[in-house]
């Protein structure tokens, strides 16, 4: 029985494996870069060991320093989570060989899959339909286009699309130089690009003693930069005979590994239901919550369950109602997914349960922890038309959030920038959107670009509510649609307006004299007085002034309720409430209009704050990989001039517009700041025009 366990891991995963472990009784063992000394996970396992350093190459992709921490807890078992080591076969064998249970599938079967190439031929041989494989080197205009794939991963990373042969060598350096920063193993191969296929997997529980569970299907196929940010279960284009045809690929592949424990079989299928093998990822994956609420099991006791050696039940669960997952990400989708980073203010979600899929006791009895067998079954039995814990009561809806950071952390650009994964569960798909949508649109995020009003566009979307989600579901509706904030010009002015009046507000509540008048008061009517703001929308100036009769404002406007946080208007008979937070240099104003960050305009300018008309300023933290162009050089707009490296991505610099470039205080290698000025392009002037 495992007693002491430890997470190879951060983050969210790290705090779900912790869940499930605090129900069974057993010890939690955290690891920590020093960029995560004061992270979540740290802080609530009841031990955590140091990893020395900040990147993950120095700390959790550190098999030997993994396996010391281990040793040096006393912890007897380890779960690896996913990402960084939990698909390295060398690390599963080290840790048996260090006398832990290791919570995963056998070295073996991991080593089977861990190559893309080795593992389609794999199945090719088991009979799963598979997608052909092309070498590089041999890609004829015939084949094209291509999509480049690292081997010895996923997630995005290594991957490129390719429509001419003309950038096949070019992208195939890049698509190695990610590969191998990410991976360690710089080898890629390429495979004919399904530019609307849709992105199907099963998830597979199997145990020591023979049983193979298919759960199901999830569809995960809208992607941005081939990662995943919306997964739902079940697919909305499966029927119940490609369901079975799916099951049995699934459960076909992980036979033939001798597979042990959690897995993910993925397929990507076409508009006919025909589907080929993509790859098998031996661990749990990021969307596993989908999976738990169809069908009320704790997939997290499940693998723990089949590391101690217990049998699966000889059959699964059935499915009930439906699920949908959104990875919540600090980036900014209107600029190329940019990723974003630094400190989060304020982070709330308005959901019903953390982690868990909460059962009520009448379905339950006083059995809490999820396991196989008896009163502590992680097959819980469950109401019709209800996963196993509807916590939303009456509503029948369970809003789960999963998520690796609070209020006042620092998103660093060490790690993925994934804030949370927000899970909806309803009796239909519509309701399971409705109920997704209205949570994200009501959350408080604050400090940080995200990508929820994406999310929020995406799930009211008539093409995604009609299941219309195939892989081209970005580029087919533009981001310009997509990826538009959720309050409009109008509701920017407002909430400035709001933001004008709290800040007004503020100042009467710290002042030292005359305390009793109120703010913006003038005893003799004169100029109204003026704040400027910067929005979504462009500058937006707000006049205000005080009086006897309270605050006086323009375009038919009334001020109701005025303090530092809270501002009521009205305008006719429509009545509006504000929720105003004031930070260093940013103020975020919630309503139902929708969120609105604001940056205020200072009055007078500081010289140094100021910089040279035409630079380009690095959008985050990284280092700078390759430089494409020299001081002097014309270039035209959109051109990329270098690469910076972040968070196991390239991110191109491109010219902003056609021009020389007049500066380049950068070197190749050098690790720059948020800020940072990359480069500085000067438009020719009118004398330059010929």
């Known amino acids: 029985m495992i007693s002491r366990l430890l997470v190879a891991n951060r983050g969210e995963i790290a705090r779900r494996v912790f869940r499930t472990c605090r129900e069974r009784g057993i010890t939690t063992v955290a690891v920590y870069s020093d960029a995560d000394a004061r992270a979540l996970h740290t802080r609530e396992a009841e031990l955590a060991v140091r990893l020395p350093g900040v990147t993950a190459a120095e700390t959790y992709l550190r098999a030997d320093l993994i396996i010391e921490a281990a040793r040096a807890a006393g912890a007897d078992a380890v779960h690896p989570g996913y990402g960084f080591l939990s698909e390295n076969a060398a690390f599963a064998q080290a840790?048996?060989?260090?006398?832990?249970?290791?919570?995963?599938?056998?070295?073996?079967?991991?080593?089977?899959?861990?190559?893309?190439?080795?593992?389609?031929?794999?199945?090719?041989?088991?009979?799963v339909p598979v997608l052909p494989e092309l070498d590089p080197a041999t890609v004829t205009e015939?084949?094209?286009?291509?999509?480049?794939?690292?081997?010895?991963?996923?997630?995005?990373?290594?991957?490129?699309?390719?429509?001419?042969?003309?950038?096949?060598?070019?992208?195939?350096?890049a698509a190695r130089a990610e590969a191998a920063t990410a991976f360690g193993d710089p080898t890629v191969f390429c495979e004919p690009y399904l530019a609307t296929g849709r992105h199907i997997e099963v998830q597979v529980m199997a145990d020591t003693h023979g049983t193979v569970w298919a759960l199901g299907e999830r569809e995960c196929s809208l992607q941005r930069r081939h990662q995943k940010v919306?997964?739902?279960?079940?697919?909305?284009?499966?029927?119940?005979?490609?369901?079975?045809?799916?099951?049995?690929?699934?459960?076909?592949?992980?036979?033939a590994i001798g597979y042990i424990g959690a897995g993910t079989v993925e397929f990507l299928a076409s508009a006919d239901g025909a589907f080929h093998f993509l790859e098998m990822n031996t661990r749990l994956q990021v969307e596993h919550p989908v999976t738990e609420l169809v069908t009320g099991l704790d997939l997290v006791a499940l693998q723990l369950d089949v590391a101690e050696g217990a049998a699966l039940p000889p059959t699964p669960p059935p499915l009930s109602g439906h699920a949908i997952e959104v990875r919540l990400y600090a980036e900014d989708p209107a600029h190329t997914w940019r990723p974003q980073t630094g400190l989060l203010h304020?982070?709330?979600?308005?959901?019903?349960?953390?982690?868990?899929?909460?059962?009520?006791?009448?379905?339950?009895?006083?059995?809490?922890?999820?396991?196989?067998?008896?009163?502590?079954?992680?097959?819980?039995p469950k109401p019709q038309g209800a996963p196993a814990g509807s916590a939303a009561g009456a509503s029948g809806v369970v809003v789960r959030v999963d998520s690796g950071v609070t209020s006042g952390d620092v998103v660093t650009s060490y790690y993925d920038p994934m804030l949370a994964k927000v899970i909806a569960w309803?009796?239909?798909?519509?309701?399971?959107?409705?109920?997704?949508?209205?949570?994200?649109?009501?959350?408080?995020?604050?400090?940080?670009?995200?990508?929820?009003?994406?999310l929020v566009n995406v799930l009211r979307h008539p093409a995604f509510l009609a299941g219309e989600t195939d892989t081209a579901f970005f580029d087919r509706h533009g981001l310009d649609e997509l990826a538009r904030p959720l309050a409009g010009e109008d509701a920017q002015r407002l909430s400035a307006v709001a933001a004008a009046l709290a800040a007004s507000a503020a100042e009467r509540a710290s002042a030292t004299v005359v305390t009793g008048l109120p703010a913006a008061w003038r005893n003799v009517a004169s100029a109204p007085q003026t704040r400027a703001y910067q929005a979504p929308c462009g500058r937006i100036d707000v006049a205000y002034r005080g009086g006897r009769g309270g605050v006086h404002l323009a375009d038919g406007l009334t001020a109701g309720e005025v303090t530092p946080t809270r501002v009521e208007l009205a305008r006719g008979p429509v009545r509006y409430a504000f929720d105003v937070a004031a930070?260093?240099?940013?103020?975020?104003?919630?309503?139902?209009?929708?969120?609105?960050?604001?940056?205020?305009?200072?009055?007078?300018?500081?010289?140094?704050?100021?910089?040279?008309?035409?630079?380009?300023?690095?959008?985050?933290?990284?280092?700078?990989?390759?430089?494409?162009v020299a001081e002097g050089d014309q270039v035209t707009a959109g051109q990329p001039l270098l690469w910076l490296e972040a968070m196991k991505m390239q991110h191109e610099i491109t010219a902003p517009t056609d021009g020389v470039v007049t500066s380049l205080p950068v070197t190749t290698g050098r690790q720059v700041e948020v800020g940072a000025v990359l480069a500085v392009v000067t438009p020719p002037t009118p004398e330059d025009t010929p």
């Open 426 to 454: 309803a009796p239909t798909r519509a309701q399971a959107a409705r109920a997704l949508a209205a949570a994200l649109a009501q959350a408080r995020v604050h400090g940080l670009v995200t990508n929820r009003d994406l």
């Open 346 to 380: 304020t982070f709330t979600l308005p959901t019903t349960t953390e982690f868990t899929t909460p059962t009520p006791l009448s379905a339950r009895g006083f059995g809490e922890t999820a396991g196989i067998g008896g009163a502590e079954s992680a097959v819980s």
């Open 583 to 628: 930070y260093d240099g940013l103020v975020c104003v919630d309503s139902v209009l929708g969120p609105v960050a604001l940056r205020p305009v200072a009055r007078f300018p500081e010289p140094e704050a100021q910089v040279t008309t035409g630079s380009l300023l690095a959008p985050l933290p990284g280092a700078v990989i390759r430089i494409a």
């Open 95 to 127: 840790v048996i060989d260090a006398g832990l249970t290791w919570v995963g599938p056998t070295p073996d079967a991991i080593d089977a899959m861990g190559s893309k190439i080795a593992s389609k031929k794999l199945m090719a041989a088991a009979g």
């Open 230 to 255: 919306v997964e739902e279960a079940p697919s909305p284009m499966v029927d119940a005979a490609m369901r079975e045809r799916l099951q049995n690929a699934a459960t076909a592949a992980a036979a």
């Open 142 to 173: 015939a084949d094209l286009p291509v999509l480049i794939k690292a081997s010895a991963g996923g997630g995005g990373r290594g991957m490129r699309v390719v429509r001419t042969l003309a950038e096949l060598p070019e992208q195939v350096e």
